[in-house]
């Protein structure tokens, strides 16, 4: 058959290695893609919410599946949109429709679908720029430090966690008032802070039936020591060492079987990845958030590890028959180190060119922002490349990553040096 991946970053250079190694797969087409997707797949310069554009490349390619990396055009209900059209309906679209989305697309939505089907998660009320007194107020009522989450879609960035109460007062104005994060921060989510280790556990659904994926957890700050400020991710391991089994049911039987059993409820239609973000507290599981696609970079941690042919899991999704199929997972850890742009997450330089690809040994290089221009692959985003590894442990994998980086360079090239210190 033939498959579009829709997104341009390490993540879909991720799934788009996996499902080049498919049998089932013909022709692989990756709209906009990266010079990572160029390996393996056609790019096609169109924009992951130009749906105009994506029913054309669609129609004019014999395309069967289309598989959604980015949360955008899901929360923008492209799912919805091939559904009603009457050319698209029969193309399988891999991510859930656009109500479901909204777990992603409004932090409130979220936090509100956890209290109603009892699934353990941090205390919150949510504020707009009517409010602002009253979320001072709510602020006063907690003991620091003070989480505030912009509702809406902010790339990663919506997230504020502050010690000092003034200091959170006046990010609060700065969100609500002066519109820090645009549209995405219209509302503010404030819940109380959860103190314990992060995780993300990776859940593959038809709708009715689910398969777990492998745990990860990646490194969010820029700084080593998890200082600094927030980014996209700047590493990830797979899986969790401190998750083990009596964790993992504890996950399942209180967070993903209420999860799957709650969007059959809510009439929430979802085909696809429900990433749950969530945190150890002592020996308990506790969600901070959803996200309705695969996250990155643990995807590029998470998919090698899948010993499947992803084409058919992704078949089975589309046909509701997950259930008929078992998950084969790789026992090896696998880690993945970001590098990123210098001046990232602030201001940065493009076009850089990046050399040493080909000497690479043992590792993948999983492309991001970078693009290919006159034959050479040169730096377009924050977040460049990641490397990942295989080890039988994750600190043996980590160690082969940075072996890698070492042959590695573009103009002023940057990433952590300590991804998995607090393991």
Not at 368 to 381: E, I, M, R
């Amino acid at each position: 058959m033939n498959i579009l991946i829709l997104g341009s970053g390490g993540r879909e250079h991720t799934i788009a290695w996996k499902i080049a190694q498919s049998n089932k797969c013909k022709n692989l087409f990756v709209a906009p893609g990266n010079s990572g997707t160029a390996i393996v797949a056609t790019n096609i310069p169109i924009g992951v919410t130009n749906f105009k554009a994506i029913k054309e490349v669609v129609l004019n390619n014999n395309i069967t599946m289309v598989v959604v990396g980015p949360e955008d055009p899901l929360v923008l209900g492209i799912h919805d949109f091939f559904l009603e059209d009457e050319a698209l309906k029969n193309v399988a679209v891999i991510g859930p429709q656009k109500a479901a989305a909204e777990l992603e697309g409004s932090k409130e939505f979220a936090k509100e679908f956890l209290f109603r089907h009892n699934i353990p998660t941090a205390a919150y009320q949510s504020f707009n720029a009517n409010s602002v007194e009253d979320g001072y107020a709510f602020l006063e009522t907690l003991k620091p430090p003070y989480v505030l989450k912009a509702d809406g879609l902010a790339a990663g960035k919506g997230v504020v966690i502050l010690e000092d109460i003034d200091e959170a007062k006046a990010e609060l104005k700065a969100m609500l008032v002066d519109a820090k994060f645009g549209i995405a921060s219209t509302k503010v989510v404030i819940e109380e802070f959860l103190d314990g280790i992060e995780l993300s556990c990776f859940v593959l659904t038809d709708g009715v039936n689910y398969k777990i994926l492998p745990t990860a957890k990646d490194y969010k700050r820029i700084g080593e020591g998890d200082t600094g400020l927030n980014t996209g991710g700047m590493g990830a391991i797979s899986p969790v060492p401190f998750a083990d089994d009596i964790f993992m049911s504890k996950i399942n039987e209180r967070i993903v079987i209420p999860t799957i059993n709650g969007l059959q409820k809510d009439n929430l239609p979802y085909k696809g990845f429900v990433f749950i973000g969530l945190i150890k507290v002592g020996n308990e599981p506790f969600v901070i958030e959803y996200n309705v696609r695969l996250g990155d970079p643990e995807t590029e941690v998470v998919l090698p590890r899948l010993k499947n042919d992803l084409v058919e899991v992704f078949e089975a999704v589309a046909n509701q028959t997950l259930d008929k199929i078992g998950i084969e997972i790789d026992e090896r850890s696998a880690a993945t180190v970001m590098l990123v742009s210098g001046g990232y997450p602030e201001a940065y330089e493009k076009g850089k060119v990046i050399s040493g690809i080909e000497s690479i040994k043992g590792s993948i290089a999983f492309h991001a922002g970078a693009q290919l221009k006159d034959d050479k692959v040169v730096t377009s985003g924050g977040r460049v490349m990641a490397i990942t590894s295989f080890g039988n442990t994750y600190q043996e994998a980590i160690k082969k990553s940075y072996q890698n980086i070492e042959r590695l360079h573009f103009d002023k090239i940057n990433y952590r040096k300590d991804i998995g210190f607090d393991l």
